[in-house]
């Protein structure tokens, strides 16, 4: 039987406990499951570096060896062919995020031609509003944000 691998991917700036439940509610569906970070070619206000993101990921997942952390330049569709994945696994919070998502989906389907699906996981409730610009913006402030930040 072939290896089921799904990627989840993300700038992960930083990677909140939101991120996290969404990781774990997708281990049970893959074998494999490559997290990827998008790369330093990206530049966001407040961006910490693609290696240290990727650190603080990969200690979290050190005891599963089913979760593999990567960085990725493209279009997540290219992560997935490079990875032999499948599936793209995105977290939807809000309507918002279900539209958006939708529509990434259905063009990911079309460069495809259907190869690569992509699976919607909805936030748990009490997550639903945690975003990692949130996040920053809450750091800015001085704010403790070690609530929304997963304990590895």
């Known amino acids: 039987m072939k290896e089921r691998t799904g990627i989840f ?4 700036n930083p990677f909140t406990i939101g991120h996290d439940s969404i990781v774990r509610r997708a281990l049970p569906l893959f074998d494999r499951l490559v997290i990827g970070v998008v790369g330093d070619h990206v530049s966001k206000p407040g961006m910490m570096p693609a290696e240290q993101r990727m650190q ?3 200690r979290l997942y050190r ?3 089913r979760v593999e952390v990567k960085p990725y330049y493209g279009l997540a ?4 062919r490079s990875e032999g994945a499948r599936y793209i696994i995105k977290g ?5 995020d279900f539209e958006y998502e939708r529509e990434q989906a259905d063009i990911n389907r079309q460069l495809t031609n259907g ?3 992509t ?3 909805y936030s748990e409730p009490h997550l639903s509003s945690i975003s990692s610009s949130m996040v920053r913006e ?3 402030f001085g704010v403790d944000v070690s609530p929304f930040l997963p304990n590895p």
Request: hydrophobic letters at 55%.
């Open 63 to 65: 005891d599963e060896p």
């Open 9 to 12: 991917v993300g700038s992960f």
């Open 92 to 96: 939807v919070r809000s309507v918002k």
């Open 119 to 121: 699976l919607l996981l």
């Open 56 to 58: 603080a990921i990969a």
């Open 77 to 80: 569709v290219d992560l997935a």
């Open 138 to 140: 809450l750091q800015h």
């Open 115 to 117: 190869e690569v699906e």
